[in-house]
């Protein structure tokens, strides 16, 4: 089931813009608060906070141009909150990838090697933990969320309707097209990751609106989540390789660890594909067109409403 934060994303339609994002924004940032406020599954309390905190900076970006100065300091703000839990998520989102990587290989059971480098990924986590000290990091972190959810009620934009959002929802995509067009001529795993979230952008702007939907936007909403999902994992397999490269002695016998870089490659060769191949389908469309598409679906949506 959806929390209520995930079912308030979406601009309404009996609200202005400037009104619909703010409220958006306050009720992110809340959940936030009350997720790093949690004492117990701390886990999921900073995936959902971090979840929380992207989902404003693509809120603001989608009217970053009526918000001026204020886009770059908020989002500077949110941005430095964010990446204070991220070496957190990191440490516990290399465990899971590690699994899926153990079960994407059909060939090898769990042997004894894959149990240990496993045991000592659980060793780490703990470890960075406690060298962040998280019962004071993520109070400090909070604090940081708390003072831009006090500032957002004063937030622009000022003007409605889908002309406050028309610039900026193209320049995420046509950005996108950008990151797709470096990638086709060059595979760095920095450019797949730049893609990703300029991807996530995209997703975020066409959730919040959801309301305009029809049944050929559920199809397109979908496909931007299983792209971002893919882009998702080859980054977190691109930080397993480099965690373990940089010890590698830490994590077993060279031959262990050259098994462990063959299962990365296969596995990622397949992510990585399904994820271009998602990615053509998203940006063979032209800017442009998209949003002309969007503000027909804006115009029905508003008509049907007044």
């Known amino acids: 089931m959806e929390s209520e934060s995930v079912m308030a994303y979406r601009l309404k339609a009996k609200e202005s813009v400037p009104h619909g994002l703010r409220r958006i924004v306050r009720e992110e940032l809340k959940d936030a608060i009350r997720q790093l406020s949690k004492n117990s599954n701390r886990d999921e309390a900073i995936h959902e906070a971090r979840k929380s905190i992207k989902k404003v900076r693509a809120a603001l970006k989608l009217v970053r141009r009526e918000l001026g100065s204020t886009y770059h300091q908020e989002n500077s703000r949110l941005r430095d909150a964010g990446h204070m839990l991220s070496v957190l998520r990191d440490a ?117 609106l959801e309301n305009l939907w029809d049944e050929m936007m559920i199809g397109y909403e979908k496909t931007l989540k299983d792209l971002e999902s893919r882009l998702g994992d080859d980054h977190n397999l691109v930080l397993l390789h480099d965690l373990v490269a940089a010890e590698p002695e830490r994590y077993g016998k060279p031959s262990d660890i050259r098994s462990l870089y063959d299962k990365i490659a296969s596995y990622q060769k397949e992510v990585r594909r399904e994820a271009l191949d998602l990615a053509k389908r998203i940006y063979s469309e032209r800017p442009r067109k998209l949003v002309k598409r969007f503000r027909a679906l804006w115009t029905v949506w508003h008509k049907s409403h007044s």
């Open 92 to 208: 516990g989102a290399m465990i899971t990838t590690f699994d899926a990587v153990r079960d994407h290989d059909k060939k090898h059971g769990k042997g004894r090697s894959e149990k240990n480098m496993r045991r000592i990924l659980v060793t780490r986590k703990a470890q960075v933990e406690r060298e962040h000290n998280l019962e004071q990091l993520l109070p400090r972190v909070s604090e940081s969320v708390a003072d831009a959810r006090d500032l957002s009620s004063g937030w622009p934009p000022r003007r409605g309707g889908f002309t406050a959002m028309e610039k900026d929802f193209e320049k995420t995509f046509r950005d996108g097209r950008k990151a797709m067009a470096k990638l086709q001529k060059d595979r760095r795993p920095e450019l797949f990751h730049e893609l990703r979230k300029r991807v996530k952008d995209h997703w975020y702007h066409v959730r919040l």
